[in-house]
């Protein structure tokens, strides 16, 4: 192979378009070869979960696909990413390999080990911006340190900030030695089989920049506009789903918002709706920068004091969570709205995540866990800093005992109870005003609807007003600095 031949390392940023690591290797001259690893046990604890896994195989065949229309083949390998890395390296002859930066612990601890390793025989080891708006280090407070607080680092983000012009996907990558072997993607086995589970996954989602690109042109057309309001209903499409797209980097952050940016102007000028929208992405940098900035997020407290939360420990109440068998129609439709689509609506996250760690007690890091393994959009940071926050333990988080009640929670924002119908077909037929509460509705109503609490509907788990209690004493003690 020719000594100017890049690799271009995929990981988070499965696309052709937006991708300053591709454009640089292109440019660079020469063919480029496109690699993707996986390595399960770099990331430990945080190897990618099951809805996850089947994403990344759809997704991977659509950046394979896109890339033999450019001439080249996407080359696959399992294994540790040194080793594959320098096999590959010795393999083909290249000088250089390019990569987006990532921000997980384990990545950046990788890229620095494997930067020091190249360098010193000689291969270029680069990487570029792009999973990001904004590099972690870009943004500081006055005295130099990162930022804890959402609102001023919104402020200091926005401030003259506009996106990145747009990148073109190459046309023609250059062809790779059949010599170098690739992994065939179905002998990874990474979707599920028996049983397959993956049919709702399959419904509900298109994995692949095409699909990712889809989404954001229809949000932008159709949903943008109501997303003030649209956002927060449980039933309506109010928000754009990219979130799975932005978590395996089918679309760049700075895509979506070029595009909303650019609604704006056509709708008179920074509206409302568009500005919402911006700021979501800006949470988004915000989990990265605590992340970059405590990595231990995902598995420690980041307020000191949480360390001595006397959390409980049932498994049976983490199961009838996980089922959607709390006996809470909202919580239940969100748990199994996961569980059927490998997604679930922010404002539903946020219900579930705080019943799960103040109702039942249970530990955050329980639920994080199974987000994890269950979200097609599992995104190390995202779910940590939002978990953290709900669970009122985070650099920036709800306070601990701002406790949702699940009742007025569902009547507010499911006001017609469309959402619980869906998610919870044995409730369908109850009117309304009950359905966010159907223990409380009277006998010939339940009768009428084929209800029966305790038979084909749980009663509630946990009352909710001796929850509450319970987890404001817990929540003292914590204040106070006693253990257990
Ligand atoms: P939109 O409302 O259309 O927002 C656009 C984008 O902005 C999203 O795709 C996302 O990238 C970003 N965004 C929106 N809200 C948030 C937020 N609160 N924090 C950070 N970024 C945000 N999001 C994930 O991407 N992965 C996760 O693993 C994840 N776990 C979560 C766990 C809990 C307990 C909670 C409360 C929230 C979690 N979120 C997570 C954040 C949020 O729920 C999702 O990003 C959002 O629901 C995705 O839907 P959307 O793409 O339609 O969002």
């Not at 006001?415 to 119908?421: E, F, L, Q, S, W």
């Not at 223990?439 to 001796?466: M, Q, S």
């Amino acid at each position: 192979m020719t000594e100017s031949a890049t690799i271009v390392w995929f990981r988070n940023d499965l696309r052709l378009h937006d991708h300053p690591a591709l454009t640089a290797a292109v440019k660079r001259g020469g063919p480029v070869i496109a690699l993707f690893i996986l390595d399960d046990a770099a990331a430990g604890r945080w190897k990618l979960g099951g809805a996850s896994r089947w994403w990344l195989t759809k997704s991977l065949e659509a950046l394979s696909h896109d890339i033999a229309q450019r001439g080249a083949r996407l080359i696959l390998r399992r294994g540790d990413t040194e080793s594959i890395l320098k096999r590959l390296v010795d393999e083909s002859g290249v000088t250089a390999i390019y990569v987006t930066r990532s921000y997980e612990p384990w990545a950046t601890g990788m890229e620095e080990k494997l930067h020091k390793s190249f360098g010193g025989s000689g291969v270029v080891f680069k990487r570029f911006g792009g999973r990001l708006l904004r590099e972690p280090e870009d943004l500081r407070t006055s005295s130099g340190a990162a930022y804890q607080v959402f609102t001023p680092f919104w402020r200091a983000f926005r401030k003259e900030f506009s996106a990145p012009k747009a990148l073109a996907a190459p046309r023609h990558l250059g062809s790779v030695p059949d010599a170098i072997a690739s992994d065939d993607i179905s002998d990874w086995k990474l979707a599920p089989t028996k049983p397959d589970w993956s049919g709702g996954l399959a419904e509900a989602w298109r994995p692949g920049e095409r699909g990712a690109q889809l989404r954001l042109k229809n949000f932008v057309s159709e949903g943008l506009a109501n997303y003030d309001d649209g956002r927060d209903r449980l039933y309506a499409e109010g928000t754009s789903r990219l979130s799975p797209h932005l978590a395996f980097g089918e679309i760049s952050p700075a895509a979506c918002w070029r595009a909303a940016a650019e609604a704006s102007h056509q709708t008179h000028g920074g509206d409302g709706a568009v500005e919402t929208f911006l700021k979501e992405l800006a949470w988004r940098e915000f989990s990265y920068a605590l992340l970059f900035q405590f990595p231990q997020m995902p598995d420690e407290p980041l307020r000191d004091e949480f360390a001595a939360f006397p959390w409980a420990k049932s498994s049976a109440n983490l199961k009838e969570w996980q089922r959607g068998l709390t006996g809470y129609p909202v919580v239940d439709a969100g748990m199994r709205e996961l569980w059927a689509t490998g997604y679930m609506h922010n404002r539903a996250r946020m219900i579930a995540a705080s019943f799960l760690t103040k109702h039942l007690l249970l530990p955050w890091t329980s639920g994080e866990a199974w987000f994890w393994d269950t979200l097609v959009d599992a995104d190390l940071a995202n779910n940590a800093a939002n978990w953290q926050w709900v669970a009122g333990c985070g650099a920036d988080a709800a306070p601990y005992f701002r406790i949702f009640n699940p009742v007025l929670q569902g009547e507010k924002f499911d006001p017609d109870g469309d959402y619980v119908r869906r998610w919870v077909p044995e409730l369908q037929r109850l009117p309304s005003a009950d359905i966010h509460k159907p223990w409380a509705a009277d006998a010939t109503t339940l009768k009428r609807a084929g209800v029966v609490i305790g038979k084909n509907y749980p009663f509630p788990i946990v009352d909710h007003k001796e929850a509450r209690a319970r987890a404001l004493t817990a929540y003292d003690r914590v204040k106070s600095g006693k253990r257990g």
